[in-house]
């Protein structure tokens, strides 16, 4: 089957197996592209229901759905939940997405458009929430099950992001330009893959 665009194999993904890698299963450390000047993708994460499900602002962020329930500290651990006594700050997120492999970047450098830039805000003691910058200069997310959604309003993440929710800004990250590894947590078969970047 030839494939142009995700509508093309929309019908033919009920088939297609996207599934849960099991902890029992040898699932391989993989190493993700780097990926600079990302086009919105949203029919990619938004059409299949389970993988809209299964993955997380933070799966989104990086562009690697694979991850799945990504949690920062342990994208190539076999751990799958959050610590209990994980207290939610800049400083814990921080030292979590050095374990993952992010660099730290600056404003002018997430903003120039030459790196795979991410955003984190935070929610003091309760969570943090990741954007990604999108080659058109605005942030998307996708916030938990919900589907993938550009912010137009979003330019400036340190100023436009915050909100009743979340009160402080992270800072900005990049994937470096060898990737990171991670486990993968989502089995989707190639066709699917091919429309992530």
């Known amino acids: 089957m030839a494939l142009g665009t995700f509508q093309d194999v929309h019908a033919f993904l009920d088939h297609l197996l996207v ?6 299963e040898a699932a391989p450390i993989r190493t993700t592209p780097r990926r600079v000047n ?29 991850a799945g329930w990504a949690i920062p500290g342990q994208l190539a651990s076999h751990k799958r939940n959050v610590p209990a006594n994980m207290r939610v700050s800049a400083r814990t997120i921080h030292n979590r997405l050095m374990k993952d492999g992010l660099i730290v970047i600056n ?4 903003l120039s458009g030459k790196f795979h830039a991410i955003a984190v805000v935070i929610a003091p003691n309760l969570d943090c929430h990741f954007y990604r910058r999108d080659m058109d200069g605005t ?17 400036v993440p340190s100023r436009d992001a915050l909100g009743q ?3 402080k ?7 470096p330009p060898h ?4 486990r993968p947590r989502l089995r ?7 429309f992530f970047g």
């Not at 599934?19 to 029992?24: A, I, K, W």
């Not at 989707?188 to 091919?194: G, H, R, T, V």
Request: charged content about 15%.
């Open 139 to 155: 942030w998307s997310d996708k916030g938990g099950r919900d589907a993938a959604a550009r912010n137009p309003t979003i330019t």
């Open 38 to 66: 990302l086009a919105f993708n949203g029919a990619a994460w938004n059409t299949h229901n389970f993988l809209q499900d299964q993955t997380n602002c933070y799966a989104y962020a990086l562009n690697c759905p694979e």
């Open 179 to 182: 990737g990171i590894q991670y």
């Open 107 to 110: 404003e002018q450098q997430a």
């Open 188 to 194: 989707i078969p190639e066709p699917l893959l091919q």
């Open 169 to 175: 800004f992270g800072g900005y990250y990049a994937v």
């Open 19 to 24: 599934r849960p890698v099991f902890v029992t």
């Open 165 to 167: 929710k979340y009160l």
